[in-house]
């Protein structure tokens, strides 16, 4: 297995379901940002009712379920012209069509991608048992060219990924130059090959990274993500560490998290160039999310009405990467 086909099955595995599905793991957060929006309407005489949906980092509603005919004729809702306090370049959606093809100039190179995949309720792709992955390209001249992919995800659960180039060397090591083009090529795949799946809907987003960042061990933290139309801020105390070859309690990360009136996103995950051993996350001792190293994880987000103890902890023995383990709390309008 050559290193394409090992990042290509390590992200597949990354993507598969973990014990609970998103969804279910928010059960009821939903709720909890409502009830601290309706406390503070209350107290200023308003009477807005704030409802929220929440689907991941920086999340954007996306139209309901249906038949593969319906999906193919509703309109994908747009990624935002401002992300994290990123403005968008540029976006590109399949509008029906199975792939996508895009030559994207870039005048810069402080730059990242977003990208969205949803399926119809009725999706029937040939292998009712591998998940649908959206897999893209982005080629910028070099030998090997970037290769992503995350798992579609349905009406209850829509994709949205941040994976792909994110500094100025990412950018360069696909060849990629300030005031040049790359190419971006992106389909939809299972167990690594083309599929078609009509109705389906997805697309890629550019942003400049005009936002304000933290780096800490080498990897950079937004100050500020957005959320389903909501603002959370990074908080003082967030971890990071270097790993080494060595097992043991230099491989876990700490962090306790206050008691809020509103839910808290807590951001995670293995940063490392390249697909490494699998990690775990647990709240209070019990199992939150597990996954595979390689990228940061959408932020996650928590019931805040007592304290918790986090522990995000790296299997396996590799020295590749950086774990990293930050918590956002919301913030007032």
Same mark, same amino acid.
């Given at each position: 297995?050559?290193?394409? %086909?090992?990042?290509?099955?390590?992200?597949?595995?990354?993507?598969?379901?973990?014990?609970?599905?998103m969804?279910?793991?928010?059960?009821? +957060?939903?709720?909890? &940002?409502?009830a601290?929006?309706?406390?503070?309407?209350?107290a200023? #005489?308003a009477a807005?009712?704030v409802?929220l949906?929440? &689907?991941?980092?920086?999340?954007?509603?996306?139209v309901? =379920?249906?038949?593969g005919?319906?999906?193919?004729?509703?309109?994908?809702?747009q990624?935002?012209?401002?992300?994290?306090? %990123?403005?968008?370049?540029?976006?590109?959606?399949?509008?029906?069509?199975q %792939?996508?093809s895009?030559?994207?100039?870039? %005048?810069?190179?402080?730059?990242?991608t977003?990208?969205?995949? $949803?399926?119809?309720?009725?999706?029937?792709?040939?292998?009712?048992?591998a998940?649908?992955?959206?897999?893209?390209?982005?080629?910028?001249?070099?030998?090997?060219?970037g290769?992503?992919?995350?798992?579609?995800?349905?009406?209850? /659960?829509?994709?949205?990924?941040?994976? =792909?180039?994110?500094?100025?060397e990412d950018?360069?090591?696909?060849?990629?130059?300030?005031n040049?083009?790359?190419?971006?090529? +992106?389909?939809?795949?299972?167990?690594?090959?083309p599929?078609? &799946?009509?109705?389906?809907?997805? #697309?890629i987003?550019?942003?400049?990274?005009?936002?304000?960042?933290?780096?800490?061990?080498? +990897?950079?933290?937004?100050v500020?993500?957005?959320?389903? =139309?909501?603002?959370?801020?990074?908080q003082?105390?967030y971890k990071?560490?270097e $790993?080494?070859?060595?097992?043991?309690? /230099?491989?876990?990360?700490r962090?306790?998290?206050?008691?809020?009136?509103?839910?808290?996103? &807590?951001?995670? =995950?293995?940063?490392?160039?390249i697909?490494?051993?699998?990690? /775990?996350?647990k709240?209070?001792?019990?199992p939150?999310?597990?996954?595979?190293?390689?990228? $940061?994880?959408?932020?996650? $987000?928590i019931?805040?009405?007592?304290?918790h103890r986090?522990a995000?902890?790296?299997?396996?023995?590799?020295?590749?990467?950086?774990? +990293?383990?930050?918590?956002?709390?919301l913030?007032? /309008?």
């Amino acid at each position: 297995m050559n290193l394409d %086909d090992l990042r290509r099955e390590l992200r597949t595995r990354a993507s598969e379901p973990g014990p609970a599905s998103m969804s279910d793991r928010l059960s009821g +957060v939903q709720s909890k &940002v409502t009830a601290a929006r309706r406390r503070k309407a209350v107290a200023s #005489g308003a009477a807005t009712l704030v409802t929220l949906t929440v &689907v991941g980092f920086a999340a954007t509603q996306f139209v309901g =379920g249906g038949d593969g005919d319906e999906m193919a004729d509703a309109e994908l809702v747009q990624m935002p012209e401002e992300l994290n306090g %990123d403005l968008q370049i540029a976006a590109r959606y399949n509008e029906g069509a199975q %792939d996508l093809s895009w030559t994207v100039p870039l %005048d810069d190179l402080d730059v990242v991608t977003r990208t969205t995949c $949803l399926l119809p309720a009725d999706a029937a792709p040939p292998n009712a048992d591998a998940p649908v992955m959206l897999s893209w390209t982005i080629d910028g001249g070099a030998p090997i060219p970037g290769q992503y992919s995350t798992q579609c995800g349905t009406a209850g /659960d829509p994709s949205v990924s941040t994976l =792909g180039p994110t500094t100025r060397e990412d950018w360069r090591e696909i060849g990629a130059r300030r005031n040049g083009e790359v190419q971006i090529q +992106v389909e939809l795949q299972q167990d690594g090959e083309p599929i078609e &799946v009509p109705g389906a809907q997805f #697309g890629i987003a550019l942003y400049d990274k005009t936002g304000d960042r933290v780096t800490s061990g080498g +990897v950079e933290l937004s100050v500020l993500i957005d959320i389903d =139309g909501e603002t959370y801020k990074l908080q003082d105390g967030y971890k990071t560490r270097e $790993l080494a070859e060595t097992a043991g309690r /230099d491989r876990v990360l700490r962090l306790r998290t206050p008691e809020s009136d509103a839910p808290l996103a &807590v951001l995670y =995950g293995w940063d490392s160039p390249i697909p490494t051993a699998s990690y /775990d996350l647990k709240q209070d001792g019990e199992p939150l999310d597990t996954g595979y190293g390689g990228h $940061l994880e959408s932020p996650l $987000l928590i019931d805040a009405e007592a304290e918790h103890r986090l522990a995000l902890r790296a299997r396996g023995a590799s020295a590749d990467g950086v774990l +990293v383990l930050a918590y956002y709390e919301l913030v007032d /309008d």
